[in-house]
């Protein structure tokens, strides 16, 4: 498998990591979670080529997870906002965060919490069944193929 071609693979992991699979193009989804939404903001945070951010930007924008909104007439200048495409993205980001915190934290613990507003606590994130609510590890689950729609043939 070549990363050129990950986005035409049958299987949604590479084709999701065709699009957020580069370690800049994450590091800017977890800004932009942090509500960072300015280039410049971007660029000081991520000490990263304005190039190379551009980049990453443009194909977050072409994707539909950020998009850009105008924040200023003259110059024009503009912010990116995550979508709901984008937003989506949380559970996986949130995700790797928890597996760093878990296996890179220092002596004093993680560098980030997450607190829940509905209830003000501090949490981990739970991956949980979506049918009887209870908590999934990999020993947990067994992945099959899904069975493929066939497609009327065309008179």
Request: proline content about 5%; charged content about 30%; some cysteine.
């Amino acid at each position: 498998m070549r990363w050129q071609t990950l986005s035409r693979e049958n299987c949604s992991l590479a084709r999701t990591l065709a699009v957020i699979g580069d370690r800049w193009t994450l590091l800017i989804l977890r800004d932009a979670f942090l509500r960072v939404r300015r280039f410049e903001d971007f660029e000081s945070s991520l000490k990263i080529a304005r190039r190379v951010l551009a980049e990453r930007l443009a194909l977050l924008v072409a994707e539909g997870i950020l998009k850009k909104v105008p924040y200023q007439e003259r110059p024009l200048r503009y912010e990116y906002k995550l979508t709901e495409k984008g937003l989506d993205l949380y559970p996986a980001i949130l995700s790797l965060v928890h597996w760093g915190d878990k296996h890179y934290s220092t002596k004093s613990g993680p560098p980030v919490l997450h607190r829940h507003l509905a209830c003000g606590h501090d949490f981990r994130p739970v991956l949980t069944c979506s049918e009887c609510c209870a908590a999934v590890t990999a020993r947990d689950v067994e992945a099959r193929a899904a069975k493929q729609r066939r497609r009327a043939p065309v008179p």
